[in-house]
């Protein structure tokens, strides 16, 4: 592999660019890449001046090639992802030597990372069962898990003595964890409170969710834990799923049109059923049954415990939850 040619300080100040934000969109470009240019054409006294509107796409696909090929000498790549929301095109840095774990174990502590750990399996166990997929957690469900669950079998409070005890977090180091999180570009927060997976943790960890939460040895149509878009094969936690609670087709609300539009009829192509459009993967899971919308109406935003209310009206969780914090329970999922 040889270093790019024509890559110049304009280049480098891109590639600066991306590495400190992490994710760049083609909007958040246009007026980096004009202050480059103009910054470029400063000597130049016959230059005009480069507004962020005249950087065209193709402009900013020039600059995403060279960075690419520069990073691809240190054990980076950009990818690109759409945004499953908002379809928004993201291109991110992502090491191909490292782990996100061994990324993320640069900036937090054990405790940290034990409570991040617990924070993905409520999203990806707890809070994604086969009835209500919703993938995604609450500060106040976050909270509860900011100690880890106590071992039943050692009974009271007495700590053991060996091995460092994992005291978990306070209240207001959760709050810390999940904030810089999400500036981290790892989680996103929606407006209704919830936060999920960002696109370029997706991206990151894909191969890592698969490992994790899914079944190797699980037959094609059976559920799993993470679901892949029957159109453009990328994971899904926000999403559509069929009407039939035991088909495992899931599709991006971004790819439904055009998957349809290639079948000329939207019966589902696992099960046979008429697709609907309105059963959900994701927080509308929650959020937009008739349960959610009619505490939130009433509670008038005040809706800290709603979501938990939703989930265990739907019968969603099976166990019953009990007061403690950092509650003792374990998922007893291996059939
Ligand atoms: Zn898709
Ligand atoms: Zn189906």
Same mark, same amino acid.
């Not at 945004?83 to 379809?87: D, F, L, R, Y």
């Given at each position: 592999m040889e270093p790019p040619t024509n890559y110049g300080h304009g280049n480098r100040a891109f590639l600066q660019a991306l590495l400190a934000r992490g994710t760049l969109t083609y909007p958040e470009a246009r007026p980096i890449i004009a202050a480059i240019i103009n910054a470029d054409n400063?000597?130049?006294?016959d230059s005009e001046e480069c507004r962020?509107?005249?950087?065209s796409e193709q402009i900013f696909m020039k600059y995403i090639d060279k960075a690419s090929s520069a990073v691809s000498l240190f054990d980076y790549e950009i990818r690109s992802t759409q945004?499953? *929301?908002?379809?928004e095109r993201i291109f991110a840095l992502v090491n191909t030597a490292s782990d996100p774990q061994t990324q993320l174990a640069t900036i937090y502590s054990p405790e940290e990372l034990s409570f991040i750990k617990r924070v993905l399996d409520a999203m990806f166990e707890k809070f994604n069962?086969?009835?209500?997929?919703?993938l995604c957690i609450t500060e106040m469900q976050a909270i509860k898990l900011a100690r880890p669950p106590r071992r039943?079998?050692?009974?009271?409070d007495e700590p053991q003595s060996q091995a460092p005890v994992d005291r978990g977090l306070k209240h207001s180091e959760v709050e810390n964890v999940l904030e810089s999180l999400v500036e981290g570009g790892w989680f996103e927060i929606s407006r209704e409170g919830f936060y999920s997976l960002s696109p370029r943790a997706l991206m990151e960890l894909r191969p890592w969710l698969v490992d994790m939460y899914?079944?190797?040895? *699980?037959?094609?149509?059976d559920w799993q834990r993470i679901k892949f878009c029957e159109a453009c094969k990328e994971i899904v936690t926000w999403g559509l799923r069929c009407s039939d609670p035991d088909c495992t087709l899931r599709l991006h609300d971004i790819c439904q049109q055009a998957f349809w539009r290639s079948r000329r009829g939207t019966t589902c192509p696992k099960c046979s059923r008429e697709w609907t459009g309105d059963h959900y993967v994701g927080e509308r899971a929650i959020t937009m049954t008739e349960a959610y919308q009619r505490g939130r109406r009433r509670s008038g935003g005040h809706r800290n415990t709603l979501a938990d209310d939703v989930i265990r009206e739907q019968g969603a969780e099976e166990e019953s939850e009990g007061e403690e914090v950092g509650g003792g329970e374990e998922e007893e999922e291996e059939e």
């Open positions: 400063a000597k130049n006294p962020p509107d005249q950087v945004h499953q *929301a908002t379809k069962r086969p009835r209500m997929e919703s039943e079998s050692q009974g009271g899914n079944d190797a040895d *699980a037959e094609p149509n």
